[in-house]
């Protein structure tokens, strides 16, 4: 088969879905059925990939997609159980004392405690936890979910405790002759807290900006004005919360490692930043709101079951905000006890309490679900611990349960055709193949050469889009990323900072991934609407894949080099043109195109 053949067979399941979900706007149902159909045909016909091997990976893939639908059904039961309780509405309250502004509690929930709930869970927990606060906070769902998956970034490569480093870079690394021979005679435990380290720095310089685009991405989508402008004048307080979260998770990368920038610079950040804003610190002198529920577009919103109404007028006692909060707070710790302390981590993922299958159909491929370690069975844990700590009836609760239930099933066939779709792609090598992200990763290496740093972030990205995963991203190209470096003279030091390019990348693509996507958009009833929030969030994905491109130019450059001008023209450009850019004529039509 020749290259160019293998290149586009390779890229077709890619194709597909982008065409169907992102270009022509089609359900993410219907999209993933589509593509599993053109990957699977396109493994057994035209790449030769053994038919039990496509049935092992689909079987993988439903049980990989069960888990997922798990965590959502958790993150929404939490949340319903506290509107039930009341205690939603005291958090509601307790936002609007800090500020009422929706910039500014978007910053607090998304970016800041996202960012924790990304360190010590990962699995795209942020999202679905984040975004359905958001809604039950009043913003549009799809708003919500927007900003939710554009902080699926940053603190991403350090999730879960560092296992994006730590196992994927890890594994795709380890007890390879070429990165042994190459990295002699530092110790690869050594050589792989220094790639976290350029991880951590070129995160850092890229996401302190990433709270300020988020917020302009907020106003311009779902402001009365639909103006970039609105976002870009919360630029004080913006880039105090970034660099509140990213100062500190640069400096814990460096000295601690990988396992707590994200969890532990998350806390640091909603320190400084909570009680400054509350003393007014950097807030901007506007107050941003959204239109009238009653003037919202039809697709801003998603069918969630309290969604549709006004908060009632406040009579009584409210609940304490503390109490209100205890939930989440019980969530926070019961994730970092689990993932922290061995002996806990054990007992949960010990063999009696582990669901494995091995050599599906003979193909090597098997599966392994512990679904006590599941973030699901944590948040479970915690709206169960809501009934006595809110006072709540068993018949109130019964009603929140249902509620999840319902939007869990929604959720179910998209999730249970995308992942099945992506481990067929994954496991495509065939005998005279490799797999299909591989073909493609070398043919854009072979095509971009010398200047391939300015591309390994893209690879990353590719792959956490189809994988689903950042980790799986980084065990897939980690090797190739490093021989490709090799390949074209960077040695050691700069293959450590082009394998920190395709980390840094795989955290970016989770903005994208189909099925954060679906997954976040579930717990807010936005079903069939996937391809409308992933076309929004290309614009702040392309800035990150960019920027680190040029940062990792620049670095492999040395000393002070032309691309550091790239490197401060490209972001000033962005937000240039989000500044210059006019407010629409018309706001009337149903649907804002994306910029």
């Not at 099933?409 to 994954?426: C, D, G, Q, T």
């Not at 189809?466 to 980790?471: D, E, F, I, L």
């Amino acid at each position: 088969m020749s290259p160019v053949l293998s290149f586009l067979l390779a890229l077709l399941p890619i194709a597909t879905v982008f065409l169907l979900l992102v270009v022509l706007a089609r359900s993410a149902k219907f999209s993933m059925a589509v593509a599993y159909g053109v990957t699977a045909l396109t493994a057994l016909f035209l790449w030769g990939t053994a038919p039990e091997v496509v049935a092992g990976a689909s079987v993988n893939g439903v049980v990989t997609a069960v888990s997922l639908l798990f965590i959502v059904f958790g993150a929404i039961l939490l949340l319903y159980t506290l509107e039930e309780s009341g205690g939603i509405r005291s958090i509601r309250l307790g936002f609007a004392r800090i500020s009422p502004d929706r910039r500014v509690q978007a910053i607090i929930i998304a970016w800041l405690f996202g960012a924790l709930i990304e360190g010590a869970s990962g699995f795209g927990t942020p999202a679905a936890i984040a975004a359905p606060l958001l809604v039950a906070m009043g913003f549009p769902a799809m708003g919500a979910v927007m900003i939710a998956l554009i902080i699926q970034s940053t603190p991403v490569s350090f999730g879960a405790v560092g296992t994006p480093i730590l196992v994927g870079v890890k594994t795709g690394l380890v007890d390879q002759p070429l990165v042994e021979g190459a990295i002699a005679p530092m110790g690869f435990m050594d050589y792989l807290m220094h790639i976290a380290t350029n991880v951590a720095m070129v995160h850092a310089m890229i996401g302190v900006l990433i709270p300020l685009l988020m917020v302009a991405m907020l106003t311009r989508f779902f402001g009365e004005k639909r103006s970039f402008r609105e976002g870009l004048r919360a630029w004080k307080f913006a880039l105090f919360a970034g660099f509140a979260f990213t100062v500190p998770y640069y400096i814990i990368a460096a000295l601690l490692g990988p396992e707590f920038p994200s969890l532990v610079g998350g806390i640091i950040a909603l320190l400084i930043v909570v009680p400054a804003a509350r003393k007014g610190w950097f807030l901007p002198k506007d107050d941003f709101q959204f239109p009238p529920r009653a003037e919202w577009e039809a697709n801003w919103s998603g069918d969630h079951h309290q969604e549709q109404h006004e908060d009632p007028p406040i009579h009584g006692r409210v609940m304490h905000t503390m109490r209100a909060w205890a939930p989440y707070g019980v969530v926070v710790v019961l994730l970092v006890l689990t993932r922290t302390i061995p002996e806990i981590k054990a007992l949960l993922v010990s063999p009696s309490v582990t669901l494995a299958m091995s050599d599906l159909f003979g193909s090597g491929i098997g599966v392994k679900v512990t679904p006590l370690y599941l973030p699901g069975s944590i948040l479970i844990a915690a709206s169960l611990l809501t009934i006595p700590l809110h006072k709540m009836p068993i018949k109130t609760y019964s009603h929140a349960f249902r509620a999840a239930v319902r939007t869990m099933i929604k959720a179910a066939p998209a999730l249970l055709l995308a992942v099945p779709m992506v481990k067929v792609f994954l496991n495509s090598a065939s005998e005279s193949m490799a797999s299909m992200p591989i073909v493609l990763a070398e043919s854009i290496a072979a095509a971009a050469g010398e200047s391939w740093s300015l591309f390994a972030p893209t690879i990353g990205a590719m792959g956490a889009f189809v994988a689903g995963s950042n980790t799986i991203s980084n065990m897939m190209f980690s090797l190739f990323q490093f021989s490709t470096a090799d390949q074209i003279g960077l040695g050691a030091a700069g293959a450590a900072i082009v394998v920190a390019l395709q980390a840094v990348g795989g955290a970016a693509g989770n903005m994208i991934c189909v099925h954060n996507v679906v997954a976040a958009s579930a717990t807010v009833g936005l079903i069939n609407r996937e391809g409308e929030i992933i076309r929004k969030v290309l614009l702040p994905l392309s800035y990150y894949l960019v920027q680190a491109g040029l940062i990792g130019t620049a670095l492999i450059a040395g000393g002070l080099n032309g691309w550091w001008i790239a490197v401060v023209a490209w972001p000033a450009l962005v937000i240039g043109a989000m500044a210059w850019k006019r407010t629409p004529k018309s706001t009337e039509a149903v649907g804002v195109p994306a910029e």
